[in-house]
């Protein structure tokens, strides 16, 4: 290949990388720049104004419904995280055969579609068992079943790395089954819980099927309200829409920096470690 | 009867997995108070799943298990006397050394300063004075593994339980952390029970070792009983190297083995068929005519205290380990002293012996084709477009470095005057009848014995050809 065509194939690559990432980050950087200005829609710029960040942490109806979404998130992941733990555990230690079942039986949730599980959630609890809506049973039961595979898969991989004689090893030195699963097993897969937790309020945050069919009529998600606000008439609160996407955005880069940043110093602790322990050695 | 000095007792233990597999069968042990006594077996044998029915992590299927006359089962592992070293050491991770330690008194409640003066104690005891804060990731496998030992010694267990402790180990270590460990034993006193598969380190450091073989016990006894007068050819196979012959005892304190006609001290009756045994340092290497057998040196290799010398007398292969070098394709004879040939008797009377394997990888045995092939034989391996054959993961297989040993059952021998019909002749030298079948031992031309039964009546020195269907042989490879 000559040098002019390696020049060309090369401004073809950072072309492309260039598309993906305004693909990718376009949209919501335009949604940012706009939720700093007073426009009432996109296209016209009117100036800089924080209105609409005022709007979204003033409007009680506003924050009362991001705290509720939050709350619920919270709640349920906290929920499907001991459900799902448990039962990752549980599989882990059964027989061969009845493990294959449940990590078998596990995958169908995650794998079907929310509208799914939303529907039939609302048909067995509301139609059939006649829990109301206004009790917030189905909407959390609902979000529950959503996320509670989703930790068991997360656990699942950790349990497996560990050594599984530690926990025979606890039993062996005097600690009951419990005290061994508290003491022992629970903080080898602890980054695998953490983790699972932090997957289960995203699929709960995220969730829009679900909580429509199970929410009481009064309770609002993000999802639920944005779906609805966008076709309502109210300008003010639509554009404060903006600003809490925006803040979203903000957060979540955060969050994923943070993350990076831990895991890149933990790796350079293992190494430094492992030099150290190879010293030992000698 | 109990009897004071016994602190465990194993009586008839048997463990069945869900699958029908019996790791543990009729297993049978007293253990004396302050013993270190060791299972010894291959992998597989069932020794760990023994050890763990001790410990309380494996549930016998039959059988009862005492300590101190008392029934264990039914009693969970943390409501046990007892401790175990890992395998893999288990040591937990998220713990530093003081914390994994104290582990087992913070389970019984100690209190706290008690629990520190056992800690220093026990670090003191393996050498690791001062690790107290060390995190586990820091250790090298030596000091792991005795953290691993201190943890389970401080709760001051009756019974130690060690499973492979030192596998994990280098050689140089091995041999180091043996000999503390035999010391510590001596020390402190307590009952060890120690499991391995390497007969050296079963031999260096027990009063009693408990050899097995398939969930069964094989023999019990000291290290120097095991190796001197092994019970069965299990044993003597296990257990060092040896010669192993079958054969037949021909008169009061003479039996006939590897071609050869030897006088020997276990006493069994005219006629018996035997398993032989001949330590390779119990051979001597004489002049031709002074041998009781006499064979041709096959192979030499110098092992640095020692040379192994491997002599091929007819059908039968002699190792021998000897200070004095020999040549390859020498004339040699071969003597062993009575007291050295260790006489058993045959477990079972299954015929063996080594096919050849000719250019175009067909089994042969004296000149005759068997019909079968390596790649039968082999499993997973396979022929390649250019001849030549490879095994399961690829390796290509040299004839000239395998041996093919073949086993047939002596009901499934017919002997016939047709002498062309077989596929070795013989003459009949031994029949005992057996109630309903009459069993023959027919000596063969490549002084090699065959056990044959069979229902009719046949005369001794009558010549017979023996005639062996392929199909009912059994092959193993054995690589030279």
């Known amino acids: 290949m000559n040098k002019k065509n390696k020049t060309a194939a090369d401004a ?12 990718l980050y ?3 950087l335009l949604l940012a720049f706009y939720s700093f200005t007073g426009s009432t829609h996109i296209g016209a710029v009117r100036g800089f104004s924080l209105q609409n960040y005022v709007t979204l942490f003033t409007t009680s109806e506003l924050t009362d419904m991001i705290l509720g979404t939050i709350l619920l998130a919270l709640g349920s992941a906290f929920i499907a995280t001991i459900l799902g733990t448990m039962g990752a555990i549980g599989a882990f230690y059964s027989r061969r055969g009845v493990n294959a079942f449940i990590t078998s039986l596990n995958q169908v949730p995650v794998v079907n579609a929310d509208v799914v599980t939303g529907f039939s959630t609302c048909i067995l609890l509301v139609v059939v068992l006649h829990i109301s809506k206004d009790s917030y049973i189905p909407l959390v039961a609902g979000h529950v079943t959503l996320c509670a595979p989703f930790v068991f898969l997360s656990v699942m991989p950790r349990i497996k790395q560990m050594d599984p004689s530690i926990y025979e090893a606890a039993l062996d030195l ?43 009529a009064t309770f609002d998600t993000i999802s639920t309200y944005v779906v609805n606000a966008t076709k309502g008439a109210q300008t003010s609160i639509k554009t404060a829409l903006w600003a809490l996407s925006t803040v979203i955005f903000v957060i979540v880069v955060l969050i994923v920096l943070g993350m990076n940043i831990r895991s890149m110093r933990a790796e350079k602790a293992r190494l430094e470690n492992s030099v150290r322990r190879g010293g030992a050695n000698v | 009867m109990e009897n004071k000095d016994t602190i465990i007792e194993l009586r008839s233990i048997t463990k069945e997995f869900e699958d029908g597999f019996k790791a543990v069968d009729d297993f049978n042990l007293e253990v004396k108070r302050g013993e270190f006594v060791t299972f010894l077996g ?7 799943t023994t050890l763990r029915m001790i410990a309380g992590l494996d549930v016998p299927t039959s059988g009862d298990i005492l300590l101190n006359g008392k029934s264990l089962i039914g009693l969970p592992p943390y409501k046990r006397p007892i401790n175990t070293v890992f395998q893999r050491y288990a040591l ?8 994994n330690i104290a582990f087992g008194l ?30 586990i990731h820091t250790l090298s496998g030596g000091q792991q593994q005795r953290i691993a030992i201190a943890r389970a010694l401080v709760n001051e267990p009756e019974i130690l339980l060690l499973d492979e402790p030192l596998g994990a180990l280098d050689l140089k270590m091995r041999k180091e952390m043996q000999l503390e460990l035999k010391n510590m034993h001596d020390r402190l006193g307590i009952t060890f029970i120690y499991v391995t598969h390497d007969q050296e380190e079963a031999l260096t450091m027990s009063d009693k070792i408990v050899v097995m073989n398939e969930g069964k016990t094989q023999q019990i006894g000291t290290p120097e009983d095991i190796y001197n007068e092994p019970q069965n050819a299990f044993v003597a196979d296990f257990i060092g190297e040896s010669n192993i012959f079958n054969g037949v005892m021909t008169g009061h304190l003479r039996a006939r083995f590897c071609g050869g006609e030897f006088a020997c001290v276990d006493d069994y009756e005219e006629g018996t068929h035997i398993t032989a045994v001949v330590r390779p340092e119990d051979v001597e290497i004489t002049a031709p005519e002074k041998g009781t057998i006499v064979g041709t040196v096959d192979s030499v290799i110098f092992k640095g205290m020692h040379y192994e010398i491997t002599v091929v007398s007819g059908r039968n292969e002699m190792v021998i380990q000897t200070v004095h070098n020999a040549n390859v394709g020498d004339r040699v004879g071969m003597r062993v002293d009575p007291e050295n040939i260790h006489v058993m008797l045959a477990e079972d009377h299954t015929n063996q012996f080594y096919a050849d394997i000719n250019k175009d990888f067909r089994l042969e045995f004296n000149g005759h084709h068997l019909d079968t092939s390596l790649t039968k034989i082999i499993r997973g391996s396979r022929r390649l477009e250019d001849g030549r054959i490879v095994d399961s993961s690829g390796e290509t297989i040299e004839p000239s470095r395998i041996r093919i ?3 047939i059952q002596p009901d499934d021998i017919d002997m016939t005057d ?12 031994n029949l005992i009848y057996k109630g309903d079948h009459y069993s023959y031992v027919i000596h063969t031309e490549l002084e090699q014995d065959f056990v044959v039964n069979d229902e009719y009546l046949w005369n001794m020195d009558d010549r017979v050809s023996l005639m062996m269907p392929v199909d009912k042989m059994k092959f193993s490879l054995r690589r030279k």
């Open chain 1, 26 to 28: 376009l949209p919501i």
């Open chain 2, 405 to 407: 040993l073949v086993s």
């Open chain 1, 174 to 216: 005097g600690a009951t089954p419990f005290i061994a699963l508290r003491d022992i097993v629970i903080p080898q897969i602890v980054p695998g819980i953490i983790s699972g937790f932090a997957l289960a309020v995203t699929l709960s945050l995220d969730d829009y099927f679900i909580a429509t069919y199970t929410k009481p």
């Open chain 2, 106 to 135: 913070r389970q019984k409640k100690v209190p706290k300063d008690v629990i520190d003066r056992k800690v220093t104690r026990v670090l003191d005891l393996v050498d690791l004075e001062g690790f107290e804060e060390r995190g």
């Open chain 2, 418 to 429: 047709d002498q062309d019909k077989g596929l070795i002749q013989g003459t009949i030298s």
């Open chain 2, 42 to 48: 291959p992998s597989g044998c069932g020794k760990t």
């Open chain 2, 92 to 99: 937990f991770p998220h713990m530093n050394v003081y914390q």
């Open chain 1, 12 to 23: 073809a690559r950072v072309l492309f990388l260039v598309l993906v990432l305004a693909f």
